[in-house]
Every structure is written in structure tokens, then in C-alpha cells.
């Protein structure tokens, strides 16, 4: 395989007709300059781990209870007050949990 003239540059086309690609693309036009190339690469890293499955193990015993302490606050008529004083339970498979609800939301 040839080697690229400058390994560090790519062009990317995204294609408008695939609403993925349109969101992605009015994502980045969000973006500063320079934040592109780091959003770029944290998404391409993250894809990796989850292909390899290296994220830390979690206790699914702990996510079902937070899952239904959440759920039966909220049939009780009253959303949860998820800033308590408590000390967050906080690993990067919570976080990533956290922000892939947090986007699907919208």
C-alpha cells in the first residue's frame, strides 16, 4: 500500500441524501474549527471500543434499580430530581449511557 503524502489529511463527503450524514454534517457546522478534528476522532475512538467491546463491564443489577427508582418517581406524577445531593455514580459506560439517552431525547 502506498503511503498518503500527508497521512494526517482526509476529505470526507457526506451524502445529503442520508438523514445520518445531514445531522452529522449540521453537527460539525457547530463546531469551532480546530473542536472538528477532536469530535471526529473521539466518535472514531469510541466506534472502535464498542466494535472491541473494551468498555469497562457494568453492574446491570445497579442500572435496572436507577431504571426503576426513575421510572416509579415518574408514575408517581413527579419528574425526579436528578441533581440530588448524593454522590453521583459516575464510569465511562454510565456516561456513555447518560449521553446516548441525552441524544436520543434530541
Do not use: W
Request: one cysteine or more; hydrophobic letters at 30%.
Amino acid at each position: 500500500m502506498k503511503l498518503k503524502k500527508d497521512r494526517g489529511r482526509f476529505t470526507v463527503r457526506f451524502d445529503m441524501e442520508n438523514p445520518d450524514h445531514v445531522r452529522a454534517v449540521e453537527y460539525l457546522e457547530r463546531q469551532r474549527d480546530r473542536g472538528k478534528t477532536q469530535d471526529l476522532t473521539d466518535a472514531i475512538l469510541c466506534y472502535e471500543k464498542a466494535e472491541t467491546n473494551s468498555f469497562p463491564q457494568v453492574d446491570r443489577t445497579l442500572i435496572e434499580q436507577v431504571v426503576q427508582e426513575y421510572l416509579e418517581k415518574q408514575s408517581m406524577g413527579r419528574t425526579p430530581n436528578l441533581q440530588k445531593d448524593e454522590p453521583s455514580i459516575s464510569s465511562p459506560s454510565i456516561d456513555l449511557i447518560a449521553r446516548a439517552l441525552a441524544d436520543f431525547r434530541g
